[in-house]
């Protein structure tokens, strides 16, 4: 009966009056804390799509189509020293927009719609806004660890020359969460999946990865398909990581345009998220 | 805190509309610390949805609510730290096991995690879970997944309660089960608020309700003077067959308080059951079945809307 006779006495006297300013104030941490924990049931699928991916990209990409392309007449140009110098910088990126897609998509129309676990955390003191900030948070994690251990890899290859090439993994980063949080903003208006997901992937992230300058440099597309380039995140990530990563010549106003791209592409994914997380729930 | 007069929740034309429709119209309640207060209609009756306004989520349309002496649109976050949240259907967390769906919910009221894990010991003794501590979710029973619900809903130690339709899927045996649980709590002075469209459901739990129907209150009151004021001491139910039942109907006409038909039988309201089937029976008519019962709060329902609770 300690249940019972404690009722009024535990967790109202430890927490007290103060309980919602400190759900308000940690709520993002709580739900991401709590998405991780959800992830430890795919942990091993998680731990070998990080390893095995870069291993199989740069494997075939790097050193078998690398040393082709290196071998033919003026290389693929646009300043890297290598093939496998040129395309890692896209590939990192581009590993960390798959993740952040994974995370940000049926894990979003699930809390929603089949475990409906957002309507639970709602009826604690978090609100709409923190659930989805929390979710883009727990998706930034995976993001993280998966450009670590890709970067890892990059290195050992020899793809990284510049002393700055650290910094390719926090563009990718970038570029990973501002798609997540514009997937999300979607994921949380969609009502039905109805084979949603799998177009995205096929008319938006395909398309992407094979016009974003990821395998050749963006101006060897006729101007009218530059464009993709343009709104791509993968492209400005991409971009932005081989200035990082040898030390590309690009004027700095388009440097800066990459980060501006992908902040406001970030500000605009979360924004959206917030409204849509909001009136959903508060239905 | 502000509700110094004990009452926990109080509505006063309280509405809710979805375009044109009003699914909550004006509707006048109070809950006092303690007591076990009763939402009772059928589906789309605008008990969920009172309860998601009650729970700070939903926002009213119209007219007044104070709950704990807060308004819910104004300080929903703190409301609901006070609450615990029982919804229609679970929304568990499947992929994870049972210890840790108390845990991670705990969280959520930013409780510290060495109180959550004493915490999640005692709610899985009182679910009677223990076996299943590390069990996911997934593999659990119906009943089971109710019961972790409940125990969730208590993590933060709730002033309130609020149960959407505690029982709906379960077997007999689930129920009981539950009811058990529900009963200690009541026993503990929680205040209980539960939607249902089980009238033993509600007459076994709630010390007042109030009867729902299309967004309206019809009646309010104790179960039993619910069915004092509304119906008569018994019930006799005769069955002649869904033909005949409207016929015969007829000429039964002037017995007991009052005469229903419903498409499988006739209730016959009246004070002295037993007599007025030997009657009925002496004046030649001959029933598939005969059963003289007491009046439930089906029959108020009834005898208030002319359709059952049950459809």
């Known amino acids: 009966m300690s249940l019972e006779v404690r009722a009024h006495a535990g967790a109202a006297a430890l927490m007290g009056e103060r309980r919602s300013a400190k759900s308000i104030a940690f709520g993002t941490w709580y739900v991401a804390e709590h998405r991780l924990r959800t992830m430890r049931s795919y942990l091993t699928t998680i731990l070998m799509g990080s390893v095995f991916n870069p291993m199989i990209y740069l494997f075939a990409l790097g050193v078998g189509i690398g040393s082709y392309i290196d071998a033919s007449a003026g290389g693929i140009g646009a300043g890297a020293a290598s093939y496998l110098a040129f395309v890692g910088p896209a590939l990192l990126s581009s590993a960390a927009l798959t993740v952040a897609f994974e995370e940000s998509s049926f894990p979003v129309m699930g809390g929603f719609k089949w475990t409906r676990e957002f309507w639970a955390m709602n009826a604690t003191p978090i609100g709409g806004r923190q659930v989805a900030n929390g979710v883009l948070l727990a998706a930034t994690f995976r993001v993280v660890f998966t450009v670590l251990v890709f970067f890892f890899f990059l290195a050992l290859f020899g793809a990284t020359p510049s002393p700055w090439a650290f910094l390719a993994m926090p563009s990718a980063i970038l570029s990973g969460i501002a798609f997540g949080s514009v997937i999300m903003a979607i994921a949380s208006r969609l009502e039905e999946d109805d084979g949603w997901f799998a177009t995205i992937q096929r008319l938006v992230i395909a398309p992407m990865f094979l016009f974003s300058g990821t395998f050749f440099p963006l101006e060897r597309l006729p101007l ?24 590309m010549a690009e004027p700095l106003w388009l440097t800066a345009c990459h980060l501006v791209f992908l902040g406001a592409m970030l500000a605009l994914g979360l924004a959206l998220s917030w409204k849509s997380f909001e009136r959903r729930l508060a239905k | 805190m502000e509700n110094m007069d004990g009452v926990m929740i109080r509505a006063r034309g309280l509405t809710k509309a979805f375009g044109e429709l009003k699914a909550v119209d004006a509707v006048d309640f109070e809950v006092s610390k303690g007591e076990a207060f009763g939402l009772l209609g059928p589906n789309g009756a605008g008990k969920s949805t009172t309860m998601r306004m009650i729970a700070s989520v939903s926002k009213r349309s119209g007219g007044e609510l104070s709950i704990l002496g807060m308004d819910p649109n104004e300080r929903g976050p703190d409301i609901r730290g006070h609450l615990g949240v029982v919804p229609q259907q679970d929304n568990l967390d499947v992929e994870i096991n049972v210890r840790d769906n108390l845990i991670v919910y705990g969280r959520y009221f930013g409780l510290p995690l060495k109180f959550l894990k004493a915490k999640a010991d005692e709610l899985i003794e009182f679910a009677q879970l223990g076996e299943k501590t590390r069990v996911k979710v997934d593999d659990l029973s119906g009943g089971m997944k109710r019961r972790l619900t409940i125990a969730r809903a208590l993590v933060n130690e709730p002033d309130i309660l609020l149960l959407d339709e505690p029982t709906t899927g379960l077997d007999p045996q689930a129920r009981h089960i539950l009811w058990d649980r529900l009963f200690r709590l009541k026993e503990a002075g929680v205040t209980l608020v539960i939607t249902t469209h089980y009238m033993d459901e509600a007459e076994q739990l709630c010390d007042r309700l109030v009867v729902m129907d299309k967004g309206k209150i019809m009646a309010a009151g104790t179960p039993a003077s619910l069915i004092k004021e509304y119906s008569s001491r018994e019930v006799v139910e005769l069955r002649f067959g869904s033909e005949r039942n409207a016929e015969v109907a007829k000429s039964l006409e ?35 079945t005969s059963l003289v019962r007491r009046s439930s709060l089906e029959d108020v329902f009834l005898r208030l809307t002319g359709r059952s609770l049950i459809e």
């Open chain 1, 224 to 247: 009218g398909l530059q464009w993709i380039g343009w709104i791509s995140p993968l492209w400005h990530g991409t971009q932005l990581g081989r200035v990082a990563s040898y030390g």
């Open chain 2, 254 to 288: 002037g017995r007991g308080d009052r005469v229903e038909v419903l498409p499988d039988r006739i209730l016959i309201y009246t004070d002295s059951g037993e007599e007025d089937l030997a009657r009925i029976v002496e004046g030649g008519h001959r029933p598939l």
